[in-house]
């Protein structure tokens, strides 16, 4: 059977520095699990399937590494690491600063077009989850932070919460496992909108702070549960 290189793929040379595509490649790859715990990298396969020199894909491997994606062990050479708690925890920490920087910068600047848009997602995340549609409720989820951010209008820090917020991406389809963790979600988003709505930056800052807090407890109950069911079936 041939092996099919999940890596592989077209780029656009001429818009994006190779280097940094082929790192945004890998890194989406490793976040979307599509690119497993364990699992090896081998430069010259990447390269060969991305149609690139190896130095290039040498690059992205140490930004992955400085960022805990990858490690590099001798001998077995470079594997996708598994974020730790103590590593997730940090990055709900980190993301619920920059996105009450973002919210609260969003109240003084989002247009009456934009609020429209953003309320018009709470009733379409309650359809999806109404029709079990996870995924498609987490897309919704990420869509109305991502109008947040843009809302904010600080290209700088737009770049630097989208990047956070990836990280957690998965976490939040265990989350809805939590019971009751939509219908909080929910309130939660109501409040965001009040807030923006009103123009009330510190408000806004405050009820997205608080919307990670529970996430990262949502997070935490799902990492109890799954220890629990481990020990189960062990």
Same mark, same amino acid.
């Given at each position: ?71 590099y062990s001798p001998g077995k050479g470079v594997t996708v690491s598994r974020l730790s708690k103590e590593d997730m925890l940090e990055l709900y920490s980190i993301r619920g600063a920059l ?18 848009k953003l309320t018009s997602l709470l009733p379409e995340m309650s359809e999806s989850h109404g029709n079990q549609d996870y995924r498609q ?17 600080? #290209? &700088?820090?737009? $770049?630097?919460?989208? +990047?956070? %917020?990836?990280?957690?991406? *998965? !976490? ?28 009330? #930056? &510190?408000?806004? $800052?405050?009820?997205? +702070?608080? %919307?990670?807090?529970?996430? *990262? !407890? ?17």
């Open positions: 059977m041939k092996k099919t290189n999940r890596t592989a793929g077209r780029f656009d040379k001429k818009r994006t520095p190779v280097r940094k595509t082929i790192f945004d490649h890998l890194r989406r790859q490793i976040l979307d699990e599509k690119l497993h715990y364990g699992e090896r990298l081998i430069e010259t396969e990447i390269a060969n399937g991305l149609s690139v020199s190896r130095t290039p894909v040498r690059e992205a491997f140490r930004k992955l590494e400085n960022e805990g994606l990858v490690q996105e009450g920087l973002a919210a609260r910068l969003a109240a003084e600047r989002i247009t009456p077009a934009e609020l429209k409720m987490v897309k919704l989820h990420t869509k109305f932070k991502e109008m947040i951010f843009r809302a904010a209008r600080s #290209p &700088r820090l737009h $770049e630097m919460v989208t +990047r956070f %917020h990836e990280y957690t991406e *998965r !976490s939040q389809l265990r989350a809805l496992s939590v019971p009751n963790r939509f219908e909080a979600i929910q309130t939660e988003h109501e409040k965001i909108v009040a807030a923006l709505e009103s123009g009330r #930056p &510190r408000a806004a $800052e405050k009820a997205v +702070r608080n %919307h990670i807090e529970q996430a *990262r !407890s949502a997070y935490l109950q799902t990492l109890t549960s799954e220890l629990i069911l481990e020990e189960l079936t062990a």
